[in-house]
């Protein structure tokens, strides 16, 4: 597939079908994908992976359990939150994705960058393997809260940049079309240098 | 070429050819597929500042080696959790535009600056103060240096399993 296609076709995956997913591929896969986004010195981010059926039973636990905590939603919605953590268990791999903050600002945007950069070769390295994927942050309960970086073991110096839910699917969605970049478009250019 | 066989060049590894323009249009061009990234709640949070050589000289933080800088600007949310996707969805963006401009030979460096945070700077280039600049795309074409020190590929990854922790 063309580099060209492959980024326009790639589309965020939320239904699965049953079909494993090898974790060594998503290594190989993964190591592709940071070397495609040459850096220097010592990577600044780190990746969890759960993918046997009892490290997936853990995560499914860790995202509804802050739901479950709270015995008011876990009378009204003790339904919902199971077929939620059924949903989570049946995701066939998953990579929390976790950068090193770092007190310099400048620092700490260049390794949440670098992260997502690599995040992005990942999904299209996949999408070629028709391997498909959805980039998770919800907010609370289910992600974004301080019990589930306990839960996953999330460091004083480090921050949560997603979970990314991967698998193979039976189809891909549509497309929803993009703004032209012509309409995000400033130019600051010197009259005598016009060079379009 | 498929994405698993290609090797990034970035500009720093590149002799600079300093009579080769990088027009408008094929900013433009690589944008519009680039454009295609993920970004959550398809908020598309970017817009785009073209800067030419002729402009750049008065800006006296810029380099002045590159043909062309290509500024992203990300509109800001007050809500912490969507300004940090928005910046990620950047960044995916950026990361699109490397691996196209790439394909056609042309080198980039993703740089993030200290001023790009300074409130005189962003206005100068019209940013304002709704607004954050996430990176500054450096753009010129060039040769790879010959004998150039070879960079080492990673080659692990920190790498670990739910079940362990
Ligand atoms: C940083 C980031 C966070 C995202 N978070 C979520 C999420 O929490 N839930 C979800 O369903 N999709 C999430 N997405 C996926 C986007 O919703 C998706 O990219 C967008 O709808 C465009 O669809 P496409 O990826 O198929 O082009 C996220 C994407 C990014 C880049």
Known sequence: MHLEQLIRERRTIRKFNGIPVSENLVMQLML???QLCPYEGEARWRYVYAGTPEAREKLAD???EKIMGNKMTKLALGKLVESFHKRFMEVPANVIAIAKTDPVPGKNAEAYGR???ILQNFQLLAWEQQLGMVWKTEPAPVLQNEQFYNRIGLNEDERFVGLLQIGYFDKAPKGRTRTPAERRWTAMESSSFGNV | MKLI????????????DHHRPVSQKLVLELLNHAVWAPNHMLREPWRFIYVDRGE?????????HPAAHLIIVI??????MKQNENIAAAFCLIQNFQLLANERELGVNICVHKWMSDRQACAKLGVSEKETIVAVLELAYGVKHQGGRQRKLPNSLNWSLLSEG
Do not use: G, M
């Open chain 2, 75 to 80: 509109k800001n949310s007050s809500n912490p």
């Open chain 2, 5 to 16: 066989d290609q090797v990034i060049v970035p500009l720093s590894e590149l002799q600079i």
């Open chain 2, 56 to 64: 750049v000289d008065k800006l006296e933080w810029f380099s002045h």
């Open chain 1, 32 to 34: 592709k994908a940071e």
């Open chain 1, 115 to 117: 992260l997502c950069r």
């Open chain 1, 62 to 64: 860790y995202l509804s």
